[in-house]
Nanobody, 118 residues
Framework: QVQLVESGGGLVQPGGSLRLSCAASGSIFNIYGMGWYRQAPEKQRELVAV?????STNYADSVKGRFTISSAKNTVYLQMNSLKPEDTAVYYC??????????????WGKGTLVTVSA
């Protein structure tokens, strides 16, 4: 079993900052990549940022220069600066991992709500 627990969401004014965290636990053998996705109301879930086990990162064009993804051990972070109302969404953490029983797959957190509003 793999558990992902996100934290750090909330209400922030435009131009403000938030830092999301996602801690992975359970029977994890190896993590190959970690990432953040978001889903705004009535929209499809989209990639925000991903980071590989080697430290390579990739960002959605809409957040480049404003968001930074990082990781430490089994935790992934998303530093969000210069937030805009269009960043309002539920943010989900995802990891690609192999468990101790050698099962590989993608594991998702339950999401944390980020609301950017004056």
């Amino acid at each position: 079993q793999v558990q992902l627990v996100e934290s750090g969401g909330g209400l922030v004014q435009p131009g403000g900052s938030l830092r999301l965290s996602c801690a992975a636990s359970g029977s994890i053998f190896n993590i190959y990549g970690m990432g953040w996705y978001r889903q705004a109301p009535e929209k499809q879930r989209e990639l925000v940022a991903v980071i590989t086990s080697g430290g390579s990162t990739n960002y959605a064009d809409s957040v480049k220069g404003r968001f930074t993804i990082s990781s430490a051990k089994n935790t992934v972070y998303l530093q969000m600066n210069s937030l805009k109302p269009e960043d309002t969404a539920v943010y989900y953490c995802k990891i690609r991992a192999t468990t101790n029983s050698r099962a590989s797959g993608d594991y998702w957190g339950k999401g944390t709500l980020v609301t950017v509003s004056a």
